[in-house]
């Protein structure tokens, strides 16, 4: 069994390598050829627990997903993503389940509602690698990536409830609702008391490996004690993500640096082999077609996909025009609240917070637009993943359920994983091209807003070292201002010879090395509080620092060359 995964592994992996080196999206290319490689008789056919699988892949794909998701994006598209990640889920699983049940009564209601939980949450991992190849707006992108985070927790919420429907269980709609929020509070709970923990560890301890090696941990206990508390896993290593992603700008440079390739590998592993599986399943599939009766299944079938395929839609341009909707109604309020007698709009305070202006009112307010072209993009990326086939192989364990529905839910569960990932992935970018969506705006105002905060933070930088001068000569001699002036030129104009520069700081190589970091300091500082401020989105902030980063490699390497 072990070698079987090894070299199912090494196939996904390699296949995988090939997608991108050809720049094809490696999902579809993985899938596909997994399933033409199921017919081949020495391929193994592996099986893998449910349980187990959502235990070792969903934590830290979850986990890099979260690292990677700008928080202030995140939370203005909140409203948008809530819609998507949770009344979608709800709604999806509400048609679909009634449909099976009305198609194969034998089901039963909680076992077609089940059904319907399982095949509820798209995976966007698909999504998300034709979207940056094709260069989608960064507004869809966060929808899609914050839905994908949420929406695993509603559905699995939704399976809990129903297996113990199945098992005997009296639960009622106001039982599950808090089943719902419970597994919410526990599950944020738990990842913030571990991005909390993991971030004190990555600010306190200078050592890249440790922090790297204890980021690899993390999310699977977070998953794990969150569940065990009867939280959600899920919503425990979002949060964690979200927090330490967040904060990881305040952390060492060295960890960043491990941090990235470390995930970026572990993400092309783990998506190599969830979806080859995907394609490997298949022999099962066509074996539980042949032992029981599958003309009802193949009908069920075919009747769920389309069933996901237009629900989709229909629910996306219904709640965009709703939230739109909302969004004015909140700006009135506000807006009569700011002109008020006696109340100035600058005084106006959002939820019992610090008095806000109006532009920033209106900023926080407001949903991030999407066009219909965006939200038409948003109801065709719903392709399936590992959540459906993981929960539909864990379905078959459940008390309550006889081997025949069982059967029926893994096949409609691998039917809808594969429909939607070839019917939709291979489609999804002619629409995207044929739509014009694309973020050609946004790199304008990114280059604009680069442009500003690259001349602001200059002018930090260059008000540290004056500060610094004056007090250089007290503390070293006036005979090393020119020394500094030297090195300080060096800083500011990166151009500079290296070599000529470090010549001249030889003599005080520690002082001047202080300096450097110093400077580097401030001008990171600088950074995040024009995010705090509003004034710098995520990912211009993000590159920015990558940028600095590289300098103080750069420092850190000629003084390990030196010494």
Do not use: C
Request: aromatic share 8%.
């Amino acid at each position: 069994m072990e070698a079987s995964i090894f070299f199912v592994i090494v196939g996904a992996v390699a296949v995988a390598a090939v997608a991108r080196w050809r720049g094809w999206p490696a999902p579809l290319l993985v899938t596909v050829v997994a399933l033409a490689a199921s017919f081949v008789p020495f391929v193994p056919n592996i099986s893998i627990d449910g349980h187990v699988l959502l235990n070792i892949v969903l934590p830290p794909l979850l986990y890099s997903a979260a690292l990677d998701v700008s928080f202030v994006g995140f939370h203005r598209a909140l409203p948008q993503i809530r819609r998507l990640g949770v009344w979608l889920v709800v709604v999806t699983a509400a048609v679909v389940g009634l449909l099976a049940w009305w198609v194969m009564p034998s089901l039963t209601l909680p076992g077609a509602l089940l059904l319907g939980a399982i095949v509820a949450p798209p995976d966007a991992v698909s999504a998300a690698s034709i979207g940056r190849r094709l260069g989608l707006p960064r507004r869809v992108m966060t929808v899609l990536s914050g839905e994908s985070l949420i929406n695993d927790a509603t559905s699995l919420t939704m399976f809990r409830v129903f297996a113990a429907i199945l098992a005997g269980a009296t639960v009622t709609v106001w039982g599950g609702v808090g089943q719902f929020l419970l597994a919410v509070g526990v599950g944020m709970l738990v990842g913030l008391v571990f991005g909390v923990a993991l971030h004190q560890l990555r600010t306190r301890v200078d050592d890249a490996v440790v922090n790297g090696t204890f980021g690899l941990l993390a999310p699977f206990g977070a998953y794990a004690i969150a569940e065990e508390l009867l939280g959600s896993g899920v919503i425990a290593v979002v949060a964690m993500g979200l927090f330490v992603g967040f904060n990881a700008p305040k952390t060492s440079y060295a960890t960043r640096q491990q941090e990235a390739p470390l995930w970026l590998s572990a993400d092309f592993l783990l998506e190599s082999f969830v979806f080859a599986y995907i394609g490997l399943q298949l022999p099962r599939v066509v074996a539980d077609l042949t032992e029981g009766e599958g003309g009802p299944i193949v009908t069920l079938s075919v009747v769920v996909l389309v069933a996901v395929l237009v629900v989709r839609p229909l629910f996306v341009y219904p709640a965009g025009a709703w939230g739109r909707w909302w969004t004015r109604m909140r700006l009135r309020k506000w807006e009569r609240l700011a002109s008020a007698p006696g109340v100035a709009s600058a005084q106006v305070r959002l939820r019992g917070r610090r008095p806000i202006s109006e532009d920033q009112l209106r900023r926080r307010l407001t949903e991030t637009r999407l066009s219909w072209r965006d939200n038409a993009v948003i109801s065709w990326a719903g392709m399936r993943g590992v959540v459906t086939l993981a929960t539909a192989l864990a379905a078959a364990d459940l008390a309550g359920l006889d081997a025949r529905a069982a059967d029926a839910i893994v096949v409609v569960a691998f039917v809808v994983t594969v429909g939607t990932l070839l019917l939709q992935g291979l489609t999804l970018p002619w629409l995207i091209r044929a739509l014009g969506v694309v973020d050609d705006t946004e790199r304008e105002e990114d280059a604009r807003e680069l442009l500003a905060v690259r001349e602001r933070n200059r002018d930090a930088g260059k008000a540290y070292l004056r500060e610094m001068r004056r007090t250089w000569a007290d503390r070293h001699g006036a005979d090393q201002l020119p020394a500094f002036d030297a090195f300080a030129k060096r800083l500011v104009r990166v151009e500079a010879d290296a070599e000529q520069a470090e010549a001249k700081a030889r003599p005080t190589a520690e002082q001047f090395t202080a300096l450097a970091k110093g400077w580097l300091a401030v001008r990171r500082e600088m950074l995040l509080e024009e995010r705090r401020a509003g004034n710098l989105s995520e990912e211009v902030m993000r590159e920015l620092i990558t940028a600095m980063d590289a300098e103080e490699l750069a420092l850190d390497t000629r003084i390990a060359l030196r010494t």
